[in-house]
Nanobody, 123 residues
Framework: QVQLVESGGGLVQVGGSLRLSCAAS????????MGWFRQAPGKEREFVAA????????YYAQSLEGRFTISRDNAKNTMYLQMDSLKPEDTAVYYC????????????????WGPGTQVTVSS
């Protein structure tokens, strides 16, 4: 079992920045690929970004690349999402996911989710 807890969400103005964190406990953090998803009101959960076990490979939703940066620190059992130039459409609950597959959009043999953190971008 892996327990995930997101933090760092909040209210920010258009053009501002936030850094989300996802702290993991339980099984070995470096065993899992990690990713971020988000869900806006009335919409389906969508993929944001993913990072492999070592942190050497990352990929992003095409529409977000360049504004968002995913990273991880295996020594701290923590993953991050740096979000810059925020827009109102970035308003959503952001979730972190740990998976045994790097294809974070798909179901892995083991998948774990955090409870989410709210990000609100005001105009």
């Amino acid at each position: 079992q892996v327990q995930l807890v997101e933090s760092g969400g909040g209210l920010v103005q258009v053009g501002g920045s936030l850094r989300l964190s996802c702290a993991a406990s339980g099984r070995t953090f470096s065993r899992y690929a990690m990713g971020w998803f988000r869900q806006a009101p009335g919409k389906e959960r969508e993929f944001v970004a993913a990072i492999d076990r070592s942190g050497g490979l990352t990929y992003y939703a095409q529409s977000l690349e360049g504004r968002f940066t995913i990273s991880r620190d295996n020594a701290k059992n923590t993953m991050y999402l740096q979000m810059d130039s925020l827009k109102p459409e970035d308003t959503a609950v952001y979730y972190c996911k740990a998976s045994t597959t790097m294809q974070l959009r798909n179901k892995g043999a083991e998948d774990y989710w955090g409870p989410g953190t709210q990000v609100t971008v005001s105009s």
